[in-house]
């Protein structure tokens, strides 16, 4: 199966985000540390399997989250976001 | 987390292991497929462009081209596999050269190596895990040539480790005097990943 | 702007199953009985998990089929050939049987009455179930705003909601279901018969002057080939929301 029909994007991050972050994040929106594109996470592209979740940008392709599942929680690497907005929960 | 309900009538899709059980590391169950894991679109790659280097910490930086590295002596390795996700396919055939060839030809320094890949990906591995037979880059599997959603054209076979160490679309190894983490280990997982030791998290 | 988000954590509840509902011959429809349930936005989803004896679980997410007005929430389950939970909701779980469910989940991929429009929905194979969420809704608020739905199914047996979509559509004259067929048509079909392109969409979708907002749901190829359309067709990115099913679907 060619991983490019098994792209996935930000909704099917949607459940693990909200368990990492406390709220929904599909409309929180990132600045790509590598070319600025800004996109709410719901845009992005998501390749998930058992190991974890690898979140890229939309625009280049380059990885702005990492969530490993590790035993007990997550492994979260957001390395490749210079900003994340985040609206305050009502 | 559990909440301790069981679903009626479900099982999944585990094979129940019989005779082959023994062979199974702890945690692991047995797959019928070769399931697909990747962190990112399938590179696409041109052999007449492609080449695998063995540089970093070592006395004879090595570089070969596709056809350099097909005229290189070769193995016919008959191994199990180990995912970290708990499936594991046993006796699977590859064709590809010992790391032993490549390694020796560049002369290391280091003690360990980061294996680079196409696509960005990296893992960590020290030199002892990988000499005396333990690891190839293979470019062929049961009898074919390596399909891309495997890792085709060449990735590393490091059997004896979890899965995620044999690094699909590997193109460099850069031998490093630290153990340096890649892509997975850098979030969580193991450094080394022996399936034995149930080595799957750091801290494990 | 996203509307501020629910600060709410998931936890697992069980459901019973009140009604199995029979869509096409790999499709079902399973009618939960939830007790905590904080009701949902349409095109949420909500995850399900299972758990076999010896401990081992599956999990899987499934878009909510239900409007937020409906007494049961709903989800419609295509079977995968060796799909190891999707088989199991549509061939072994009754009525009565309890399921582990969380949610709802998601935000980006809803829309509301109150959201407007027109509305163009793009929906391949089971990428349909979220789109009839919205259409559900949408017809219990009364919404009157234009509204189209272009649906790609492999054949006529192969349209799930087919006869609740007929309905919602004689009923309204501002909702417009157009159907697509890409495998195989019944004798006298004047309709469409082939995978999404810009000559169809073309035709079908509201121009982009109107600032009509587009939702597409389905394969990840068919996704993202008429998210391009669209952008080709001048639909502004904010203006197409996409929600990729994977490899599966019609």
């Known amino acids: ?90 | 987390m559990s909440t301790g309900f069981i679903s009626r009538g479900f099982t999944g899709r585990r094979r129940a292991a019989g005779r082959e059980a023994s062979r199974l590391p702890p945690g692991q169950y047995l797959d019928r497929g070769f399931p697909v894991l990747s962190a990112g679109p399938t590179p696409k790659v041109d052999l007449d462009t492609w080449d695998f280097r063995v540089d970093g910490h070592v006395a004879r930086p090595q570089r070969w081209t596709w056809s350099q590295f097909l005229a290189l002596p070769r193995e016919t390795p008959r191994v199990d596999i180990h995912c970290v996700t708990k499936w594991s396919k046993l006796d699977t055939t590859w064709e590809g050269v010992a790391l032993e060839t490549l390694l020796e030809a560049a002369d290391p320094v280091g003690g360990y190596l980061i294996a680079h890949c196409d696509g960005g990906y990296t893992t960590n591995l020290s030199l002892e895990d990988v000499s005396d037979g333990k690891a190839w880059v293979v470019f062929g599997y049961e009898g074919e040539p390596l399909p891309p959603e495997h890792g085709g054209p060449a990735r590393l076979l490091v059997p004896h480790l979890y899965f995620w160490k044999s690094a699909k679309w590997v193109r460099r190894l850069e031998i490093t005097d630290e153990d340096e983490p890649g892509f997975w280990e850098s979030a969580g997982y193991h450094m080394r990943g022996d399936p034995w030791k149930e080595e799957r998290y750091s801290g494990d | ?250």
Not at chain 1, 71 to 78: M, Q, S
Not at chain 3, 81 to 99: A, F, I
Not at chain 3, 174 to 192: I, K
Not at chain 3, 238 to 247: A, H, L, N, S, V
């Open chain 3, 1 to 250: 702007m996203e509307r501020g988000a629910v600060l709410r954590r998931l936890t697992w509840q069980l459901a019973e199953v009140a009604e199995v509902i029979p869509e096409t011959a790999r499709v079902r429809s399973l009618a939960l009985r939830v007790s905590a349930w904080p009701g949902h936005s349409p095109g949420q989803h909500l995850d399900v998990r299972l758990t076999a004896e010896d401990g081992y679980q599956a999990q899987r997410s499934y878009s909510i089929a239900s409007a937020p007005e409906d007494a049961h929430v709903a989800i419609t389950v295509e079977k995968i050939d060796d799909g190891e939970v999707s088989p199991y909701l549509v061939d072994e779980l009754r009525t009565g049987d309890r399921l582990e469910i969380r949610g709802p989940i998601g935000g980006y991929f809803t829309w509301t009455a109150s959201d407007g429009g027109p509305l163009l929905l793009v929906a391949g194979g089971s990428g349909v179930v979220p789109l009839m969420a919205m259409l559900r809704h949408r017809a219990a608020a009364g919404y009157a705003g234009p509204t189209t739905l272009l649906y790609s199914s492999r054949t006529f047996e192969d349209i799930i909601y087919r006869a609740e979509l007929d309905r919602l559509a004689a009923a309204d004259p501002s909702l417009r279901v157009v159907h697509t067929l890409t495998r195989g048509q019944p004798p006298g079909w004047t309709g469409y018969r082939r995978r999404f392109d810009r000559d169809m969409l073309a035709e079908v979708a509201p121009p982009a002057g109107t600032h009509a907002l587009a939702f597409v749901c389905g394969p990840t190829r068919m996704v993202e080939s008429a998210a391009e359309i669209l952008t080709g067709l001048d639909y502004p990115a904010q203006r197409i929301k996409t929600e990729r099913f994977g490899p599966t679907g019609g």
């Open chain 1, 1 to 90: 199966m060619d991983p490019l029909d098994m792209r996935l994007d930000g909704n099917a991050a949607a459940g693990m985000l909200m368990d990492i972050f406390g709220q929904d994040m599909t409309g929180a929106l990132t600045t790509c540390a590598t070319c600025h594109a800004e996109n709410p996470v719901g845009r992005l592209l998501v390749y998930a399997h058992g190991m974890g979740t690898v979140i890229r940008c939309s625009n280049c392709g380059n990885v702005q989250m990492k969530v490993a599942l590790i035993r007990g929680g997550y492994g979260v690497d957001l390395r490749g976001v210079r900003t994340l907005r985040i609206w305050r929960a009502s």
